[in-house]
């Protein structure tokens, strides 16, 4: 009687056990953006990975573009975004940002792109293939982002400049729209736009897909002061999306499925396209690579006027908590390539142009 009793305890106390474990989760607040390669952080809500490692987050809207992300965070809104190129000018504006790791990007090689493509109109004289058929024409970008950075690396591939096309200022979910309405002849962004676009306008031409143009720019952010009182609460996040990083990389399908319930007007179909360009660049390690991708992106944009100055990236990029994670988890990433030993790095690395 006496055992079934303490049985009869036992099983009344197991709810209470896991409401005080509930209870003691870090909250912590992220933000991404409306883009297939950002899926990451839905995924680790809804299967669970970042609850497993002691966290509690909460996910804000979707934004249209990493500096609509980036306002947020410099507002208080969230407590760490993830963001690429408009990190850039906001550092240079003034705020002191970290980047602690990777949601998309290659630690392994020194181009990665696919997740960004080139959609032209039927008709506009644009070739598929032929990047110097561009001159003269008007082609949507987004100011500031990875989108700007990769069809100025496109342009320089065809041997072309800025002057040469004119550049219109347009966020990735009114591109296929401004392509439908012949506003522009072609717009440069990530996914989904580039694969609704193929789907939705009649006669689009995929110019180019990815082609290592350029190394993509995807990191974890956040503001210094932040960083500096919760490192704990950092690797347990980044320990959590690099789980839901692989879970994305084995079930793609199912990631794409995640995805149409996270981005306004995403559709299966188109997300299960997208997601096979996303899987190819998801690898949130962190290698002399990324280093040199933020300082190349630097000097591209200072190269062609659109920035003045540039900033040591050593400054910005604290690698110590993936580095930590890579350690402790390597279950996480045995499913990637290994860093090759010359760009890997270890604390207190110090990057040379």
Request: hydrophobic share 50%.
């Amino acid at each position: 009687m006496k055992r079934i009793a303490l049985l009869f305890c036992s099983l009344l106390f197991l709810p209470l056990l896991a409401l005080a474990q509930s209870t003691n989760l870090v909250k912590v607040k992220v933000g991404m953006v409306a883009a297939v390669d950002m899926l990451a952080l839905p995924i680790a809500v809804e299967r669970g990975f970042f609850e497993k490692y002691g966290l509690d987050v909460t996910i804000a809207r979707p934004y249209a573009t990493g500096v609509d992300a980036l306002n947020a965070l410099q507002a208080g809104e969230t407590d760490m975004v993830q963001a690429g190129v408009p990190a850039i000018g906001a550092i240079l504006r003034g705020m002191d940002l970290v980047f602690l790791g990777n949601f998309s990007g290659n630690a392994t090689k020194a181009g990665s792109d696919a997740t960004l493509a080139l959609i032209a109109n039927s008709g506009t004289g644009i070739v598929k293939g032929d990047l110097k058929s561009l001159k003269g024409k008007k082609i949507a970008t987004s100011f500031g982002t990875i989108n700007h950075l990769y069809i100025l690396g496109l342009l320089e591939k065809g041997g072309l400049t800025p002057a040469d096309v004119t550049l219109v200022n347009t966020p990735p979910p009114e591109m296929t729209v401004a392509l439908l309405a012949k506003g522009v002849d072609a717009f440069v962004a990530w996914d989904p736009a580039p694969v609704m676009a193929m789907k939705d306008v009649p006669g689009a031409i995929e110019v180019i897909r990815g082609g290592d143009v350029i190394s993509y720019l995807g990191f974890n952010i956040a503001l210094r002061p932040w960083v500096e009182k919760n490192g704990a609460t950092i690797e347990k996040f980044l320990a959590g999306v690099s789980e839901a990083d692989q879970w994305m990389r084995k079930n793609p399908k199912q990631a794409a499925a995640i995805g149409t319930r996270w981005i306004p007007g995403l559709k299966m179909d188109v997300a299960e396209a997208a997601m096979q360009n996303n899987i190819q660049q998801v690898d949130r390690r962190i290698s002399a690579h990324n280093y040199r991708a933020l300082w190349k992106a630097q000097d591209t944009l200072q190269r062609l006027g659109v920035i003045k100055t540039v900033f040591d990236v050593n400054k910005h990029i604290e690698p110590k908590f993936i580095l930590n994670v890579m350690q402790t988890y390597p279950a996480l990433f045995s499913d990637l390539q290994p860093i090759p030993a010359d760009v890997a790095i270890k604390p207190g690395f110090v990057f040379k142009p």
